[in-house]
């Protein structure tokens, strides 16, 4: 028996087999886990735009739009309204900053949604041309 065998209290064989097993028995498990998760899209917002500016995505699917404000002061916001699309968010984003919304669109069509966010005697960012489109398919 060597020295490393005496201090792991297992020969290589055993703790092979032991390592197999154990990673047999866990992994599946893993696995399942993933097959639930719901699919985060990275939206970044920034200089007066969202990219991507568009979003494709399936109707009846669930999705995270995880928002990440780029400019380090300013901040923006992602707005969606369609009361017919059962759409409404309207989540704010410090500059620098990240949120996460979670949303099931259900009714396929295009959606505009775009930053809300204007200061006094300036045009609004949406008129600075922040604004992008949710496609929805069947």
Do not use: W
């Not at 969606?80 to 409404?88: F, R």
Request: aromatic content about 6%.
């Amino acid at each position: 028996m060597t020295v490393r065998e005496k201090h792991h209290g297992l020969s290589s064989l055993p703790r092979l087999i032991l390592l197999a097993c154990s990673q047999c028995c866990v992994f599946p498990v893993a696995l399942a886990a993933d097959q639930g998760a719901v699919p985060v899209v990275a939206v970044t917002l920034g200089d007066y735009a969202f990219e991507p500016a568009e979003i494709r995505l399936k109707a009846g699917q669930p999705v995270i739009l995880e928002l990440k404000n780029t400019d380090r002061i300013t901040p923006h916001n992602l707005t969606l309204d369609d009361e017919a699309a059962g759409l409404s968010i309207d989540l704010d984003v410090s500059g620098g900053k990240t949120a996460r919304v979670e949303l099931t669109p259900t009714v396929p069509g295009t959606y505009t949604f775009y930053c809300n966010k204007k200061l006094p005697f300036m045009k609004s960012h949406r008129e600075h041309g922040m604004e992008g489109h949710l496609i929805v398919t069947p």
